[in-house]
């Protein structure tokens, strides 16, 4: 990225967790942050205006939209991701690391085993894990 003058930056990232389009967005963002920041120093930075004029419209619609249908669940928002980018790495840690694939398919044998034990819809169930 490089906008007026001098600044330039670039990222590095995982390809299979980021979309391109998304990591510029960030730089766009990152660098308009920065020129806000230098234009009014005395401001705070959650403050500052980084949004052009189109991604406010659209954040606004986007908000509009979202009001008028209903919140879906983050189950149905993580089967459709787990659908999207299945190899994609959903959770890692120091040992392991498990793509959105591994986790809807733990997911999914963790509900088996508890309707088979009896749980039913809307139960809360306590989980112990090793």
């Known amino acids: 990225f490089e906008r007026e003058g001098a600044l ?7 390809a ?36 052009d004029q189109h991604e406010q419209i659209e954040r606004l619609e986007k908000k509009t939209e979202g009001q008028t249908n209903r919140h879906e669940p983050f189950h149905v928002q993580f089967s459709r991701q787990a659908k999207e ?7 890692m840690d ?7 694939r591994e986790l809807e398919d733990m997911s999914y044998a963790l509900s088996c085993e508890l309707k088979k034990r ?3 819809k809307e139960q809360t169930v306590a989980l112990i894990l090793d």
Request: charged fraction near 30%; charge should be negative; hydrophobic fraction near 45%.
């Open 16 to 51: 299979a967790l980021f979309k391109e389009e998304t990591v510029r967005r960030f730089g766009t963002h990152f660098l308009a942050i920065i020129r806000e920041a230098v234009r009014h120093p005395e401001e705070q930075i959650g403050l500052l205006h980084i949004l």
């Open 94 to 100: 120091d040992q392991r690391k498990l793509t959105y």
């Open 8 to 14: 330039k930056l670039s990222f590095d990232y995982a």
């Open 85 to 91: 980018t299945p190899d994609a790495i959903a959770v």
């Open 118 to 120: 009896g749980v039913e």
